[in-house]
T-cell receptor, first 109, second 116 residues
């Protein structure tokens, strides 16, 4: 079966750095997405990784290791507005998008 | 770029009413659109995948006669919840994907549906 694992909830302090991990076992791999979803709102696209390595986009970075079936989203200089759920999603060999359950990130002052 | 508009944002109606939700890609052509449902504090649940000009593919457990999907053009897909009941109350979200199967899905703002 296809499976994506990410922690259910994480807590971090404003101004700090947090890393949200995602591991996956899927039938094939055609890329991995990270989305941010604030409570009561639709998800917004953050990043896409298809090759190994780190992609940096402002305060957010996403890393991928295909051999390990592993990705992480790194958030720096945390702000209160970063409190949200972060969804990891993998494109499998049939180009179906497999969603993780999401990680709820709580930022404390 | 990659803006998806979903309308309406909120619907409150009586049981037995049919409700139509529109999803438009404003600045790109979406060969594929997706419809999701999300209950409070739960994960996104894919309901169906809609390809322009063809019938939608429904996920297991989703009644295609209850949730009618039409994707008549490259920029518009509609979801009609027929004879809605209180258990259909949920947050419905559409997304659209540009040409290319590994392109990201861009989401509309969602429709909060409340059936009384």
């Amino acid at each position: 079966g296809q499976n994506i694992d990410q922690p259910t909830e994480m807590t971090a302090t404003e101004g700090a750095i947090v890393q949200i991990n995602c591991t996956y076992q899927t039938s094939g791999f055609n890329g991995l997405f990270w989305y941010q979803q604030h409570a009561g709102e639709a998800p917004t696209f953050l990043s896409y990784n298809v090759l190994d390595g780190l992609e940096e986009k402002g305060r957010f970075s996403s890393f991928l290791s295909r051999s390990k079936g592993y990705s992480y989203l790194l958030l720096k200089e945390l702000q209160m507005k970063d409190s949200a759920s972060y969804l990891c999603a993998v494109v499998d060999s049939n180009y179906q998008l497999i969603w993780g359950a999401g990680t709820k990130l709580i930022i404390k002052p | 770029g990659a803006v998806v508009s979903q309308h309406p944002s909120w619907v409150i109606c009586k049981s037995g009413t049919s409700v139509k939700i529109e999803c438009r890609s404003l600045d790109f052509q979406a060969t594929t659109m997706f419809w999701y449902r999300q209950f409070p504090k739960q994960s996104l649940m894919l309901m169906a995948t809609s390809n322009e000009g063809s019938k939608a593919t429904y996920e297991q457990g989703v009644e295609k006669d209850k949730f009618l999907i039409n994707h008549a053009s490259l920029t518009l897909s509609t979801l009609t919840v027929t004879s809605a009941h209180p258990e259909d109350s949920s947050f419905y979200i559409c997304s659209a994907r540009d040409r290319g199967e590994a392109q990201p899905q861009h989401f509309g703002d969602g429709t909060r549906l409340s059936i009384l």
